[in-house]
T-cell receptor, first 112, second 114 residues
Framework: EADIYQTPRYLVIGTGKKITLECSQTMGHDKMYWYQQDPGMELHLIHYSYGVNSTEKGDLSSESTVSRIRTEHFPLTLESARPSHTSQYLC???????????FGSGTRLTVV | TQLLEQSPQFLSIQEGENLTVYCNSSSVFSSLQWYRQEPGEGPVLLVTVVTGGEVKKLKRLTFQFGDARKDSSLHITAAQPGDTGLYLC??????????????FGTGTRLTIIP
């Protein structure tokens, strides 16, 4: 059973639309992350959070924004989607002590 | 940020055969994590190795960390179709505030043919 949930699993939208990708975890983890993965490519960190009201940018420049109003919820928003945003977006969380991530199943986004 | 090279990039073998995949870096790892990612899913953590020379076993999977902590290998015995997936090694780097960023390797895409 998954302890970290992402919705939607698949999304096809038109250019210029605003979208929010949802991520929720039930493990009480303070640390959460968003990674972007293009097909056949490596994962790259785009955002992370160390707790409520904290958000930081990762290595890969992204036009998306995130928020962390509740421990369990870490949504990602694109204000105006473009075809270049087409990718798989993976949310993850980790416990204290750095013993590995738990990833969600991902959202595969296609912008047409 | 160090580069993690995994080899081979693709591997397709028959069910029942043994295989080994590798993860190498020019720098020393503080620790190393191995994940498996199935199509359409997120990566799932298999193991974390910390100590040089360490060997960990997970059923038919054997993970080894090099003595110098610059390389690691994953050996699968008697591969089964359920082992099919993308195998990723990942190096955790500290971030501010206690977070860790995972730098992922290039991956080995493994296909087990029934």
């Amino acid at each position: 059973e998954a302890d970290i949930y992402q919705t939607p699993r698949y999304l096809v939208i038109g250019t210029g639309k605003k979208i929010t990708l949802e991520c929720s975890q039930t493990m009480g983890h303070d640390k959460m992350y968003w990674y972007q993965q293009d097909p056949g490519m490596e994962l790259h960190l785009i955002h992370y959070s160390y707790g409520v009201n904290s958000t930081e940018k990762g290595d890969l420049s992204s036009e998306s924004t995130v928020s962390r109003i509740r421990t369990e919820h870490f949504p990602l928003t694109l204000e105006s989607a473009r075809p270049s945003h087409t990718s798989q977006y993976l949310c993850a969380s980790s416990p204290p002590g750095g013993s590995g991530y738990t990833f969600g199943s991902g959202t595969r986004l296609t912008v047409v | 940020t160090q580069l993690l090279e995994q080899s081979p990039q693709f591997l397709s073998i028959q069910e029942g055969e043994n295989l080994t995949v590798y993860c190498n870096s020019s720098s020393v790892f503080s620790s190393l994590q191995w994940y498996r990612q199935e199509p359409g899913e997120g990566p799932v953590l298999l193991v974390t190795v910390v100590t040089g020379g360490e060997v960990k076993k997970l059923k038919r999977l054997t993970f080894q960390f090099g003595d110098a902590r610059k390389d690691s290998s994953l050996h699968i015995t008697a591969a089964q179709p359920g082992d099919t997936g993308l195998y990723l090694c990942a190096d955790p780097d500290p971030l501010p505030f206690g977070n860790e960023k995972l730098t992922f390797g290039t991956g080995t895409r493994l296909t087990i043919i029934p």
